[in-house]
């Protein structure tokens, strides 16, 4: 899974019909459990759920994120840097969620535009960068192929895409 909130998507006792809708690619120079975890603590790992990265480089002399998509066949992308600013609008509005079928009540909060908006998008290209403005706070790549996830349910986004990790801090 590639998520930070799973809840009940399948039943985990027929794994078998639904491979892979989500995952984790750390880089890591070994394949064992202490260099996995000290990869992922460094950050240096990206979600994805169809989407293949060459490379994920941030240059913090220069603030520059870059990210290269490893390009499927007849495949289209978008790469999209989105962050925040300093000075952002740390306003919330709570929202109710009622009960229904098998998932609870539940509450939350909805934030401001401007956690998570999106400086610069490219399309019809594999390779971009992005070079943090001084009042930016963090920046992440959102990689979003044109092609539809071979499995897709209400909670998965509608095209391939990849979330690199927010760096820039």
């Given at each position: 899974m590639a998520t930070d909130d799973t809840h009940n998507y399948f039943d985990f006792r027929d794994y078998a019909t639904f491979p892979g809708q989500g995952w984790v690619v750390v880089r890591s120079e070994k394949l064992?459990?202490?260099s996995l975890f000290q990869a992922m603590k460094r950050g240096d790992f990206y979600s994805s759920c169809g989407v293949v990265l060459k490379d994920v480089c941030f240059?913090?002399?220069t603030k520059t994120l870059t990210v290269e998509v490893d390009p499927a066949e007849n495949v289209n992308y978008t790469i999209r840097f989105v962050g925040t600013k300093?000075?952002?609008d740390?306003?919330?509005v709570p929202f109710e969620i009622p009960q229904e079928d098998n998932l609870a009540h539940r509450q939350g909060f909805t934030y401001s535009d401007q956690i998570g908006?999106?400086?610069l998008t490219v399309t019809g290209i594999?390779?971009?960068s992005y070079k943090m403005a001084p009042e930016g706070m963090y920046v992440r790549a959102v990689i979003t192929s044109d092609k539809a996830p071979q499995y897709r349910d209400q909670n998965k986004p509608?095209?391939?895409?990849?979330?690199?990790?927010p760096v820039g801090w």
């Open positions: 064992d459990a202490n240059d913090s002399a300093k000075g952002f740390a306003s919330k908006m999106t400086f594999t390779t971009a509608e095209r391939e895409t990849a979330w690199t990790q």
